[in-house]
């Protein structure tokens, strides 16, 4: 079983950032391709960014383009989320999940690919 432990989370400014962080124990990490996908409240849960094994190929969600960046360091067993330029609608409990996948070049988007899931952190963005 693999164990997820989302933190970073907080109370930022509009326009201001933060970094999450996902540790993840108890199988290899670099065996998953990695994501993080947020929910607000009143709304369903929606991809955010997602991340290879490798670390070589990611993916976005449109409305983060340019302004998240997802990356691993697989030493360390984390996935990282770098948030900047944040906004209201940015408000919402971010939850990284782990995909066993067999390709290290191939990142996912899709919820239902991914078979561990963190407890969520939350992220309020004030206006």
């Known amino acids: 079983q693999l164990q997820l432990v989302e933190s970073g989370g907080g109370l930022v400014q509009a326009g201001g950032s933060l970094r999450l962080s996902c540790a993840a124990s108890?199988?290899?990490?670099?065996?998953?391709?990695m994501g993080w996908f947020r929910q607000a409240p009143g709304k369903e849960l929606e991809f955010v960014a997602a991340?290879?094994?490798?670390?070589?190929?990611?993916y976005y969600a449109n409305f983060v383009k340019g302004r998240f960046t997802i990356s691993r360091d697989n030493a360390k067993n984390t996935v990282y989320m770098q948030m900047n330029s944040l906004k209201a609608e940015d408000t919402a409990v971010y939850y990284c999940?782990?995909?066993?996948?067999?390709?290290?070049?191939?990142?996912?988007?899709?919820?239902?690919?991914?078979?561990?899931w963190g407890q969520g952190t939350q992220v309020t963005v004030s206006s």
């Open positions: 108890g199988r290899t990490f670099s065996s998953y391709a």
């Open positions: 991340i290879s094994r490798s670390g070589v190929i990611t």
């Open positions: 999940a782990a995909a066993t996948l067999r390709s290290t070049v191939v990142a996912e988007t899709t919820q239902s690919t991914y078979d561990y």
